[in-house]
């Protein structure tokens, strides 16, 4: 088993590629229903925290996420920097040092309460939250295997198509977000996808 700073620099790295592979995408899901910003936001984001990796790998796995928020709140326009941080910190908060599978299940339910008080948005308004908030369930009713936990992001990620934009940019649009994957699902699913797989190499 790698030892905790190998892990938070392999998943840290493979988190900022995945971003990086799909911004095109992720700009093209936001061209659709947004301002076409997404992919751009979240690869300067990842930038931003990969040009500071050593230093952050380096902390315990509280102080690391912490860092990766705060980067990401300061380095991220749009809302997604502000949100993506907020979920990443106060994971970061949330998490003992050594955690175990159940705490960070715990921490991700507080961490989606912190994003959905900051966003003032709930599940079905088509946001990240459509994924994160269906993985969490997922996570709560005993779902680890991580092949399940990549599909049910995916199958999540999906479901945002035939929803109506509530919250950020996409509800100017109102029916006409009808139709479209949301670019912050997109992302989320991308996130805990890229996460699963280095878990599945290490486990
Ligand atoms: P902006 O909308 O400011 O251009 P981005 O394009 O980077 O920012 O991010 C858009 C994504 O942020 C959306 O696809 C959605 O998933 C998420 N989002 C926007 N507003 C909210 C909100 N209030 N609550 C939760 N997620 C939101
Ligand atoms: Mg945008």
Do not use: C, Y
Request: charged fraction near 25%; proline fraction near 4%; hydrophobic fraction near 50%.
């Amino acid at each position: 088993m790698a030892s905790g700073s190998d892990l938070r620099g392999v998943m840290l790295a493979a988190v900022a590629k995945a971003i990086e592979r799909h911004a095109d995408e992720l700009t093209a899901l936001d061209q659709a229903i947004g301002d076409g910003d997404h992919g751009i936001n979240m690869k300067r984001g990842f930038e931003a925290v990969m040009a500071d990796a050593g230093n952050l790998v380096a902390k315990p796995w509280p102080e690391f996420l912490k860092g990766v928020g705060m980067t990401l709140v300061m380095k991220v326009g749009g809302a997604s920097g502000p949100l993506f941080g907020t979920l990443f910190l106060t994971l970061g908060k949330e998490l003992p040092p050594e955690p175990t599978i159940d705490d960070v299940v715990k921490a991700l339910r507080a961490a989606i309460e912190a994003v959905q008080a900051r966003g003032k948005s709930e599940r079905g308004q088509k946001t990240m939250l459509d994924v994160l908030i269906p993985v969490a369930e997922h996570l709560e009713a005993g779902g680890r295997d991580l092949g399940g936990i990549v599909a049910a992001a995916g199958a999540a990620a999906e479901a945002t198509v035939p929803m109506k934009a509530i919250r950020g940019r996409a509800s100017f649009l109102g029916d006409r977000s009808i139709g479209h994957l949301d670019p912050g699902a997109r992302s989320s699913a991308l996130i805990i996808t890229a996460v699963a797989d280095v878990l599945k190499e290490v486990a």
